[in-house]
């Protein structure tokens, strides 16, 4: 018994310090208790009832163990791959079962919601099921594959705000005016419960999860699986992902009560929420073992490696259980992650890699000044490629002083296989003479 206590303690030990970016909720009032589960609230026995009837309209995503994943950060990491869900995203769940629960009254009247995308397809899908009216409210920057995707389930599109909570806003108001039935996109506890059923399928497929990492956006994924995962066995660890600069839950947790952000601009759409769920935030308090923030240029990179090493596309919000990994101070543990939606555009698509390109010295410009006389170029030329690079674009400016017969300027765009072929690129440039000056790449 006294071994067993030390391991324990080992292992407390282990978890809590997860990183310096984590951070950790604090314990629920003992008042809050009666509510979080009464009959209204989130029970073992929902969360059964709706893992059988989200079965009705979800795919089946088995986890995918990751090598990759698991030899750059020392553990087992699983992928939880509810991207290949046909909506592209795990909203479904949450939307079926919640119209599911809905009188046939309610249903009649037409529903409405507002969402930056996934959850619209949701409840457009789970509409179209059940032959019923849908109104969705996006913000207008929302990608154009999740506003036509949406459509053409048969709802009805209304551009209205720059965030989540614009859209929010005027859907409810638009719920009072014309007597919708309002579907909210995730501070609902019929809304967590569906989607508290990946946690089900999670501790099913691998009971001996350690951690289990989750998008946060409004709170109603992780409120679903934290709460599930505790009832189903309280040890496994359940933490939250948010973007830095779109960190509401951050917020909340720290002040003990749901905050309202002044702002929310992050490359993940999905869970740009300035305010979260108030009504799910006891739940969230009690059961999240922590929360990491993560910055946009980490979905980035994060995205790059799932395309080439695991060939799927994974949209920027579903990447932040990918980019929080390194933040895990953990070894040999099995890590699920779950990988919650994949619709992002072409356009954005082929920016994010360009980017990540980038962001890896896998692509970079440089700019080397030369004398404006025949054959400078082709000496350049020459060094780069016996140093193996690719020229893909160069500018060759002629004005950047008074005098060309001293210096014109040559820029050169090229690929490399990474940081140490890039400085072997700059070091035969200057092994030759020149200076070469690495710049912002526009390419």
């Known amino acids: 018994m006294a071994k067993e206590g030390k391991e324990n303690e080992v292992s407390r030990k282990e978890e809590a310090a997860v990183t310096e970016q984590f951070s950790q909720p604090e314990e629920a009032p003992a008042a809050q208790e009666p509510e979080l589960y009464s009959e209204e609230g989130l029970t073992l026995e929902k969360f059964e009832e709706a893992s059988e009837v989200v079965k009705r309209v979800t795919s089946e995503t088995k986890l995918v163990f990751s090598e990759y994943l698991s030899a750059q950060t020392g553990n087992k990491v699983y992928l939880k791959p509810e991207n290949m869900q046909l909506t ?38 789970a509409a179209q099921k059940f032959g019923c009216k849908a109104v969705i409210v996006m913000p207008t920057v929302t990608p154009l594959i999740k506003v036509n995707r949406t459509k053409n389930y048969g709802a009805e599109v209304i551009l209205h705000g720059d965030v989540y909570d614009d859209a929010c806003e005027y859907a409810i108001k638009m719920a009072e005016e014309k007597g919708y039935t309002f579907v909210h996109p995730f501070d609902d506890p019929d809304i967590a419960t569906g989607q508290g059923t990946i946690a089900m399928e999670i501790v099913q497929e691998l009971p001996t999860v350690d951690y289990i990492l989750a998008p946060v956006g409004g709170g109603g994924l992780i409120t679903g699986v934290s709460t599930l995962a505790k009832m189903l066995n309280p040890k496994i660890q359940v933490i939250g992902v948010e973007p830095s600069q779109a960190a509401s839950m951050t917020m909340a947790l ?81 890590i699920v992650s779950i990988l919650s939606g994949g619709n992002m555009d072409v356009t954005t698509m082929s920016s994010v890699v360009q980017q990540g390109l980038i962001m890896r010295d896998r692509i970079f410009t440089v700019s080397i000044l030369l004398p404006d006389k025949p054959g400078e170029l082709y000496k350049v030329s020459g060094i780069i490629a016996k140093a193996n690079g ?9 004005f950047v002083t008074t005098n060309r017969n001293t210096a014109v300027e040559l820029r050169i765009t090229m690929e490399a296989f990474g940081t140490e072929h890039k400085n072997q690129i700059m070091k035969s440039l200057e092994e030759a003479g020149y200076k070469p000056r690495q710049v912002n790449s526009n390419f």
Do not use: W
């Open 88 to 125: 592209g995203a795990y909203k479904l769940r949450g939307a079926y079962y919640k119209i599911c629960t809905l009188s046939e009254e309610e249903r009649a009247k037409g529903l409405i919601t507002a969402s930056a995308g996934n959850h619209a397809q949701g409840v457009a899908y």
């Open 254 to 334: 720290a002040s003990g009560e749901p905050v309202t952000l002044d702002s929310a601009n992050t490359i993940a759409d999905g869970t740009a929420v300035k305010t979260p769920g108030s009504k799910l935030f006891p739940y969230i308090r009690k059961n999240l073992d922590g929360i990491i923030t993560v910055e946009d240029h980490e979905l980035v990179v994060s995205f790059l490696d799932m395309v080439e090493n695991h060939k799927i596309i994974v949209e920027n919000s579903g990447l932040l259980t990918v980019a929080a990994l390194k933040h895990l101070n953990v070894k040999g543990k099995k």
């Open 390 to 398: 690719n020229v893909v674009e160069l500018e060759h400016n002629q």
